[in-house]
């Protein structure tokens, strides 16, 4: 459906990342300037909500600095369920909270599985060149869990609660906390649930925060960093909007 829009004159605005995540050969010809002409492709809300990640990135490129790193966290309903564990609720209530505020899927194992993060994570690292496949990301959901019917899997979902409870309270003992963190390079990718220190920028962030830091040639010591609201109807749908009226803007429409 979007190679026919591409191909009959239509510019294409996504917040969908599985056009993005497949084949290279796939991600690479939908966003060919050869294969259609004067089209164009925008892709905001694909990471970050309505964060601008992909902007920043753009205009990096535009003013001749090199991205050589991109790192941090990207999963809204990723970072809301990980903080509320460190800060001491236990995992399922903060999965069935995400659920019922609508920070995750129906089925918050689409989320837990952390696919979606490393769907994001790889369309960053395309961004910068990387070819390779997608990264197999840490899986939050317990194997025991996967194959039950959702009513069964929210039902006994507390049965790990105590497993997370005491990792939580090691990591704590030494001033860390949780966090989901995902990293591109232009040779790797990689999707993570990882230990930081509390007091850094990522072990600081809270609720949906999501945080991106870009490490280049001219942000070398000192990582440009993109932080704010990364899940939500009304951020990504600003994500979109805004990618509709770049396209627009100065065109007569």
């Known amino acids: ?38 089209r164009r492709v925008r892709y905001e ?15 990096l490129v535009e003013t001749n600095d090199r991205v050589l790193r991109i790192e941090g966290c ?7 369920v990980v903080s509320e564990v460190s800060a001491g609720r236990p995992f399922s209530e ?60 929210m039902a ?16 704590a003992a030494r001033g860390h ?11 790797g990718v990689s999707a993570r649930l990882t230990s930081v220190p509390a007091s850094t920028p990522i072990g600081a962030l809270q609720g949906t925060r999501n945080l991106v830091s870009f490490t280049t040639r001219r942000y070398r010591t000192e990582p440009l960093v993109i932080s704010g609201p990364g899940a939500g109807a009304e951020v990504t749908a600003a994500g979109i909007l805004n990618d509709i009226y770049s396209l627009t803007s100065g065109s007569g429409l």
């Open 94 to 153: 903060a999965v069935r909270e995400a659920v019922e505020r609508g920070y995750a899927e129906p089925d918050p194992r689409d989320d837990l599985s952390g696919r979606d993060a490393a769907r994001k994570a790889l369309i960053l690292a395309r961004l910068l060149g990387y070819r390779g496949a997608a990264p197999t990301p840490d899986d939050l959901v317990p194997r025991s869990l996967k194959s039950l019917a959702l009513p069964a899997f």
């Open 1 to 38: 459906l979007l190679r026919s829009a591409l191909g009959h004159g239509f510019d294409v605005v996504l917040a969908n990342k599985k056009p993005l995540a497949g084949s290279w050969e796939s991600y690479a010809s939908l966003l060919s300037p050869t294969r259609y002409p004067g």
């Open 177 to 187: 906390v949780l966090r989901y963190v995902v990293a591109a390079t232009p040779r």
């Open 74 to 80: 990207v999963s809204g309903t990723l970072m809301f």
């Open 156 to 171: 006994r979902l507390s049965e790990v609660d105590g497993e997370w409870a005491a990792r939580v309270a090691r990591e």
């Open 45 to 59: 809300a694909t990471v970050g909500a309505g964060l601008p990640i992909i902007d920043t990135h753009q205009k």
